[in-house]
């Protein structure tokens, strides 16, 4: 197996761990003997720089890991300050905003796609704000987009990964690794729809919570 991470900071982590390891360390240790993995993915980049990580993909890859639109939900936020008259006006505008999201995420994951490897695609995480409001306005705004990525991952044929479950720490106002919680979630309220068996069940076990590994897709 050779497994390929392609997205943006969520993969590409190694600057927030304060020196601990990082995702692609994690899933190089699971993957164990005979198998690699290879991080294309960079911290910063939207879906419309996906297609330019892709041209790099290493010819013996196997399996991607696509996780990828927190940069563009940030860019697109500017829509939670702007006035509007009634509830009805905010959500005809959020709509326009997920529209367009839609559009770019939509063609990110075809260009994806188009490689016929077997393919996870992960939601956005709800990140951490010190400030509660904050938190809960940007939390429920992130389940719009979430909604989009699910979408288009299962239209695709895609297993998906919800990065919800993971809970992330602030310290000094920084934000700390990525850590998966321990608690087991109620597996019948995953959002992982496809039903293939996994090749490798415990392929992030290392990070502290189990996570399906990518499906073989069909010939």
């Known amino acids: 197996m050779h497994l390929v991470l392609v997205g943006d900071s969520t993969l590409d982590n190694r600057p927030y761990t304060d020196g601990g390891p990082a995702v692609i360390d994690h899933v190089v240790k699971q993957l164990g003997e005979g198998s690699t993995a290879s991080l294309l993915a960079v911290d910063g980049d939207m879906t419309r720089d996906v297609e330019r990580?892709?041209?790099?993909?290493?010819?013996?890859?196997?399996?991607?890991?696509?996780?990828?639109?927190?940069?563009?939900?940030?860019?697109?936020?500017?829509?939670?300050?702007?006035?509007?008259?009634?509830?009805?006006?905010?959500?005809?505008?959020?709509?326009?905003v997920l529209d367009e999201f839609q559009e770019s995420y939509r063609r990110c994951l075809s260009g994806v796609v188009a490689l016929s490897l077997p393919t996870v695609v992960c939601t956005i995480y709800n990140g951490a704000f010190t400030d509660p409001s904050e938190q809960r306005v940007l939390s429920t705004t992130v389940r719009l987009f979430n909604d989009v990525i699910m979408q288009c991952a299962l239209d695709a044929g895609c297993s998906v990964v919800d990065l919800r479950r993971i809970r992330t720490e602030v310290k000094n106002g920084r934000r700390k690794e990525l850590k998966i919680s321990r608690r087991r979630p109620d597996r019948r309220r995953l959002p992982i729809q496809p039903h293939r068996r996994p090749l490798r069940p415990r392929l992030l076990d290392d990070a502290g919570e189990q996570a399906e590994a990518p499906p073989q897709r069909e010939q």
């Open 53 to 96: 990580q892709l041209e790099t993909l290493p010819p013996s890859a196997t399996h991607l890991v696509l996780s990828v639109g927190g940069n563009d939900a940030l860019a697109l936020s500017d829509v939670l300050a702007r006035p509007a008259g009634n509830v009805s006006a905010a959500l005809s505008e959020l709509a326009d």
